[in-house]
C-alpha cells in the first residue's frame, strides 16, 4: 500500500477541544507514540504568529518544533499547519531536515490568491506543501476545478478534500474525488479531512481505501476522534482495519495508550463526538461551531436549534460567525409582551415580604438545613430558578430557559394547584394547560454574551424592576472546574469547557456586583461569588 498514507492530526486538530493546552510532556508523548505506531505523517500542531508556550502544541516557528520531534524518525513525515491570517513568511527559516518536512496550508475560498502565494514562498524553502481548502463541499463544480488548476501549476505535495461540515455521503465524496483525480497533475497526492456529524467519517475512508488507483492517498485521522464537535474519524480504527483488510503496517497498541494515559481528562472535561445538534448542524451545512454556540446557551430546545440555523444566511454557514449566530439566538428569543400588569401584580404577591432566590446548585442539597432554617425564621416569598424542590415549599417559579421548561412542563399542573405562581419570560411558548405571569424577555438580558440569558441573573434584573432592595439567594454557587459539584442533579451539567465556566464565573461576579449598587444581596449557602454568607461562623 505506497499509495496510501495516514496522517495523524490529534495535536492540531484535537487542540480544539482544550485550547492546545495539552501540556508539554503529553505533547511529546503523543509524538513519540505516534512514531511508535508506523504513523506515516504527524502533525505536530498550528505555526501561528504568536507568543509560545511549551504547553501548548501552537508554534511561532519551525525551530520551536524540534525539541518535540527529535529524534526524528526515518520513515515518518513531520508536518504543522498555517492558517490565516499566515504568520509572516520571514518568520519560517528553510527546510534543513532538522525540524518538520511539511507545512499544511488552511485557506477560505475568498483566501485562494494570497494562500497560492504564501504556498510558493513555501516550496522554495524547501517544504512539501499541502494545500487544505476549508469546506470543499462547498466549491461549485466549476471553482473547484479553478481551484485544482491554480495547484497545478504551484505542483504542490498534496491537494485536500476537505469536508468542514461534516455533510458527506459515500456518492458525494466519490463524485468529488473523481473530479479531483481527473483533473489534478498526477504527482500531487490527494488528502482526505473528514468531521463525523453524519458518522460517516470510517466509512467514507473506507471507500476512499478501497480505490483501485494509482493516485497517492492520505487519510487523516486523530487519536479518538478527537476534535471540536463532533469529532473527526479515528486513527486506531482506521489503522486496524488497513491492518486487516490491506496490510500490516500499523502498531495499534501505543495509540490505545494515548487514549489511556493523555487524553482521558480531556474527554472528561469537554465532550466531543457524535450527537444530535451536530448531526443538526450537518443536515443545515453549517459550520459546527454554531451548533456547539446554541448547545453551551443550555436554553433552547433542539428543535429550536435547528430553527435558529435554517435561518443563517448562505453566504455565512461555512464560516462561524459569533456575532451572527448570538444576533439570531437573541432575535430568536424575543417576543416583546407589555408586561406591566404581571410586574404589578408580582409586586402585589411578595408584597413587604423578604425575596429568596434558590438556583439550582448542589449546596441546596448539603446546606439543606440553612436554607430551611432561614423560611422558618423569616417568611421570605419564595422564588426558584427553572427547577421544582421537592424539599421546599415554593411560592413561585421563574424560567426563563425553554429547555428546562420542557423538562417541567410534565410537572406544572400538579403544582399548580398548590398555589405556585408560574413566571416565565416571553422567549417561553404559551400554553392552554396552565397560567403564567409573563414577562418581557429582552427587558431582563444582560449586556455580556457569555451571561446574557443567565436566568438566575435575569431573575435579579427582575426583582431590580420591583424595587426589591434586600434579596437573599440559595443554591447559587457558582461554577466548578469538576462539573459534578455544578447542580443538585447531574441531568443539569452542561458541556461548557473549564476556560467557559472561569469566564462565565467572572462576567457573573462583576454583574453582581453592578446589581449590589442598587439592592442588598445575601447569601444563605456558600458561594464562589461571595466569601462568607449570612450563617457563616463569626470569627
Known amino acids: 500500500m505506497n499509495n496510501i498514507k495516514l496522517l495523524d492530526c490529534t495535536l492540531r486538530d484535537g487542540g480544539y477541544i482544550n485550547n492546545w493546552n495539552f501540556g508539554y510532556r503529553t505533547i511529546k508523548k503523543v509524538i513519540e507514540k505516534l512514531s511508535q505506531s508506523n504513523i506515516d505523517i504527524i502533525e505536530c500542531g498550528f505555526i501561528r504568529d504568536q507568543e509560545f508556550n511549551h504547553n501548548r502544541s501552537v508554534f511561532n516557528d519551525v525551530e520551536s518544533i524540534k525539541e518535540f520531534i527529535n529524534p526524528k524518525h526515518k520513515n515518518i513525515f513531520y508536518v504543522g499547519m498555517i492558517d490565516y491570517p499566515y504568520i509572516p513568511i520571514d518568520k519560517i527559516n528553510n527546510c534543513d531536515g532538522s525540524s518538520i518536512d511539511g507545512i499544511r496550508l488552511t485557506f477560505h475560498e475568498n483566501e485562494i490568491e494570497e494562500a497560492m502565494d504564501y504556498g510558493e514562498k513555501l516550496i522554495r524553502k524547501g517544504y512539501k506543501v499541502f494545500i487544505q481548502p476549508v469546506g470543499t463541499t462547498s466549491y461549485n463544480d466549476s471553482n473547484l476545478i479553478k481551484l485544482v488548476q491554480m495547484v497545478n501549476k504551484l505542483n504542490p505535495y498534496a491537494f485536500y478534500l476537505v469536508d468542514t461540515l461534516g455533510v458527506m455521503y459515500k456518492n458525494d465524496l466519490l463524485r468529488m474525488y473523481h473530479l479531483i483525480d481527473n483533473n489534478l497533475n498526477d504527482s500531487i497526492s490527494i488528502g482526505f479531512h473528514s468531521h463525523n456529524n453524519l458518522q460517516l467519517s ?52 501505543p495509540l490505545l495508550e ?14 466531543w463526538g457524535y450527537s444530535l445538534p451536530y448531526y443538526i448542524s450537518a443536515v443545515n451545512n453549517t459550520h459546527p461551531n454554531y451548533a456547539s454556540y446554541l448547545i453551551n446557551k443550555q436554553t433552547i430546545s433542539v428543535k429550536s436549534i435547528n430553527t435558529i440555523l435554517k435561518l443563517i444566511p448562505l453566504s455565512k454557514k461555512d464560516i462561524f460567525d459569533p456575532i451572527l449566530i448570538e444576533d439570531l439566538y437573541i432575535n430568536y428569543q424575543h417576543h416583546f409582551v407589555d408586561d406591566t400588569e404581571n410586574i404589578e401584580i408580582i409586586n402585589n404577591l411578595i408584597g413587604n415580604r423578604k425575596v429568596l432566590i434558590i438556583a439550582p446548585g448542589k449546596t441546596i442539597k448539603t446546606e439543606l438545613e440553612k436554607i430551611r432554617t432561614f423560611i422558618h425564621s423569616n417568611d421570605p416569598f419564595v422564588i426558584c430558578v427553572n427547577f421544582l424542590p421537592e424539599t421546599l415549599n415554593t411560592n413561585a417559579i421563574f424560567i426563563s430557559n425553554e429547555k428546562r421548561f420542557n423538562s417541567l412542563s410534565e410537572f406544572m399542573g400538579e403544582k399548580n394547584n398548590n398555589n405556585i405562581s408560574l413566571i416565565t419570560t416571553s422567549n417561553i411558548p404559551t400554553t392552554n394547560d396552565y397560567f403564567s405571569f409573563v414577562i418581557n424577555y429582552s427587558d431582563l438580558l444582560i449586556d455580556n454574551s457569555l451571561i446574557s440569558d443567565n436566568s438566575g441573573l435575569m431573575l435579579l434584573n427582575l426583582l431590580n424592576r420591583l424595587s426589591i432592595n434586600n434579596v437573599y439567594l440559595a443554591g447559587f454557587d457558582g461554577f466548578h472546574i469538576n462539573k459534578m459539584n455544578n447542580y443538585f442533579s447531574n441531568e443539569m451539567i452542561n458541556s461548557s469547557t473549564i476556560e467557559e465556566l472561569i469566564k462565565k464565573n467572572d462576567a457573573i461576579r462583576k454583574h453582581l456586583n453592578f446589581i449590589e449598587r442598587k439592592m442588598n444581596i445575601h447569601f444563605i449557602t456558600s458561594s464562589i461569588y461571595s466569601d462568607s454568607h449570612i450563617y457563616s461562623p463569626i470569627l
Do not use: W
Open 258 to 271: 494515548i487514549v489511556d494515559e493523555h487524553l482521558g481528562e480531556f474527554s472528561y472535561e469537554s465532550k
Open 202 to 253: 470510517f466509512s467514507n475512508a473506507q471507500e476512499l481505501l478501497m480505490l483501485h488507483t494509482k493516485r497517492k492517498l492520505i487519510i487523516d485521522a486523530s487519536v479518538f476522534g478527537m476534535g471540536r464537535g463532533a469529532g473527526n474519524l479515528c486513527t486506531e480504527l482506521v489503522t486496524q482495519y488497513i491492518n486487516n483488510n490491506i496490510e500490516e503496517k500499523y502498531n495499534v497498541v
